[in-house]
């Protein structure tokens, strides 16, 4: 009886959860719809001014993705007209510490084209949404923060330096900078999406206010990676994750090595280089406990995601792979550098790299990632988002070797609103995505 009114209590909590997320979704479409036709003479855009979202980027691959997907998502939660898309960051070489990162310009900027399918994302937001988007004409490098009163440096990162999006005759009106005073590390740590709208809508009407109308406005935003990060659980984010696509090229080379691999696999986030901070004395008993709690063993191949032969450290990977077979936990090791050509390997930029890494790992059919690495947690989540992989085959934070509950307690924090119920994956089979 207690149970049975426990279980009660829970699917109650559910319900309410998933009403108050229908509704919040139902209220941020209608919202997105007036926005768009907002005009008192019915002119919508033309009468209002057309709004455009721009936004930078930080750090790695993972962190520049959740930038695109939430940025996507606040742009179709306003409803603007147009977002404006940072270009791709990519490194010389993994072998560097966070300090080095911090200090010097040492992320340049690539083309979007090389890790997103712009084309592709281009007709798929205007066909759904109404909303165009574009690769930034322009950019500076700075680490200025984006606090004008600050001294304190922030992350190098390209900022949009022209007014003047694609399209427009005219430069438009600068709305200011989508920022949260004293905000913990690098980004916007709005506490939900609802408070980021808000704020980015205060803005645009204060700068409607202030120039009357004008062609178009522009609201810049920094890197919106730890924002909303849960884009699997059927909410705003998901719909903004829906609408990202890969490059062609990174996808071909993806499909190759699960290809060779050639039956389903499980997969390792080995996020040891030098910026991560880990010791390998600490991390690889965890690596092997957590593998070992979800039964690893040597009748599966396992892929290991890792950027020590970027920059030719085999003599790490090799003592990792000897003690991953001594352990029992895989047939057989594959590496992107076991399927790819040296010359595909030369061609391709450091975040490309990750890329195929993650994609990859998106198809294992159990994933152990490393300790607070947001490319462990994107993986995670493209599982579930792709494939229907349950988190539960996954396990994130490897010192406490339990599985995820269904609260969605994530080390990046959770936003109720984000979600419209706790995960409960459809039926999928892993052979199914391990061919893809």
């Not at 759904?128 to 930034?136: F, K, R, T, V, W």
């Not at 001294?151 to 022209?162: G, H, I, K, N, Q």
């Not at 690893?296 to 970027?310: C, D, I, K």
Request: contains cysteine; charged residues 20%; positive net charge.
């Amino acid at each position: 009886m207690v149970a049975a009114r426990r279980h009660g209590g829970r699917l109650s909590r559910v319900l309410r959860l998933l009403v108050l997320s229908l509704a919040a979704a139902l209220a941020w479409k209608a919202a997105s719809v007036a926005w768009q036709q907002e005009g008192a003479d019915g002119g919508g855009a033309a009468a209002r001014g057309r709004t455009y979202l721009s936004y930078t980027t930080i750090f790695g691959l993972s962190n520049q993705l959740y930038s695109h997907v939430n940025a996507l998502a606040l742009a179709y939660a306003m409803g603007v007209d147009g977002v404006i898309m940072p270009p791709a960051q990519a490194r010389e070489t993994f072998n560097h510490t966070l300090e080095e990162l911090m200090s010097k310009p040492l992320m340049t900027p690539r083309p979007l084209g090389t890790l997103l399918d712009l084309r592709k994302m281009q007709a798929h937001w205007r066909r759904n949404y109404g909303i165009a988007l574009q690769e930034a004409r322009s950019v500076a490098l700075t680490d200025a923060h984006p606090d004008a009163d600050s001294e304190a440096r922030f992350p190098w990162r390209p900022v949009l330096d022209s007014l003047r999006p694609v399209g427009e005759r005219a430069d438009c009106v600068d709305a200011g900078t989508l920022w949260v005073p004293k905000s913990p590390k690098f980004f916007p740590r709005f506490s939900s999406l609802l408070d980021a709208l808000a704020a980015a809508r205060g803005m645009v009407a204060a700068a409607r206010r202030k120039h009357g109308v004008k062609p178009c406005i522009i609201l810049r935003s920094e890197a919106l990676f730890h924002a909303w990060p849960l884009v699997s659980t059927k909410g705003i984010t998901t719909i903004a994750a829906n609408g990202v696509f890969f490059s062609p090229e990174v996808e071909v080379a993806v499909g190759r090595i699960a290809g060779a691999i050639g039956q389903p696999f499980n997969g390792l986030h080995l996020r040891l280089e030098p910026d991560m901070g880990l010791k390998e004395e600490e991390m690889m008993p965890s690596f092997f406990k957590g593998m070992s709690v979800l039964r690893f063993n040597t009748s599966t191949p396992l892929y290991v995601a890792s950027g020590l032969l970027s920059y030719d450290d085999t003599d790490s990977m090799e003592r990792y792979t000897k003690m991953l077979k001594a352990e029992g936990l895989c047939s057989d090791l594959w590496v992107k550098e076991r399927v790819l050509e040296k010359s595909e390997l030369a061609g391709l930029h450091s975040e490309q790299l990750a890329l195929v890494d993650l994609l990859v790992l998106s198809r294992s059919a159990k994933l152990v990632g490393t300790r607070d690495s947001s490319f462990s947690l994107l993986a995670r989540e493209l599982r579930l988002l792709q494939y229907g992989l349950g988190r539960r085959s996954v396990q994130l934070r490897l010192g406490a070797i339990k599985k995820l509950p269904a609260k969605l307690r994530d080390p990046y924090g959770f936003d109720p609103f984000m979600a419209l119920m706790p995960e409960k994956p459809p039926a999928a089979t892993a052979a199914a995505a391990a061919a893809g």
